[in-house]
C-alpha cells in the first residue's frame, strides 16, 4: 500500500511541469522581431543568427514592412481628417453672418437693502 502511495504521489508531482510548461506556452507569443535579449547581440552573433534563421528575418521585414504601411494610412488619414476640418471651420466662418458687439450698457448702482438686526416690539 505504502508503494502505490508513493507512485501515485510521484506520478501527480512529474506531471505538474508539465502542466506548466502547457501554461506557459499558451501565455506567451514570440513574435519574429521580439525575441529575448536579441537587443544585446554583436555584430558577429547577429551575422550568425540571419545565416542560420534567414526565414525569421525575412518574416521580420515582412511584418516590419505591413506595420509601416499601416503606419503611413493612419497619418494620411489623419492628415486628411484634420484638413477637411481646418476647411470646414473656414467655411463656416465665411458664411457667418458677422456678430454685432454688445453695446456696454450705463453701469446703474446696486442698492442693497438690508435689515436691521434689532426688532421691533
Do not use: C, H
Not at 494610412?73 to 457667418?96: D, G, M, S, T, Y
Request: proline share 7%.
Amino acid at each position: 500500500m505504502r508503494k502505490l502511495l508513493v507512485l501515485l504521489s510521484a506520478l501527480l508531482l512529474g506531471s505538474a511541469p508539465a502542466w506548466a510548461q502547457d501554461d506557459a506556452k499558451a501565455a506567451a507569443t514570440i513574435t519574429p522581431t521580439s525575441l529575448p535579449g536579441e537587443e544585446e547581440l554583436s555584430a558577429q552573433e547577429r551575422a550568425e543568427r540571419d545565416f542560420l534563421m534567414p526565414t525569421r528575418r525575412k518574416r521580420a521585414a515582412a511584418i516590419e514592412a505591413v506595420e509601416e504601411k499601416a503606419r503611413a494610412a493612419e497619418a494620411a488619414v489623419e492628415a486628411a481628417a484634420k484638413a477637411a476640418r481646418l476647411a470646414a471651420q473656414v467655411e463656416a466662418e465665411k458664411n457667418a453672418p458677422p456678430v454685432m458687439a454688445p453695446t456696454p450698457a450705463e453701469e446703474r448702482k446696486v442698492v442693497i437693502k438690508r435689515k436691521n438686526g434689532r426688532s421691533r416690539r
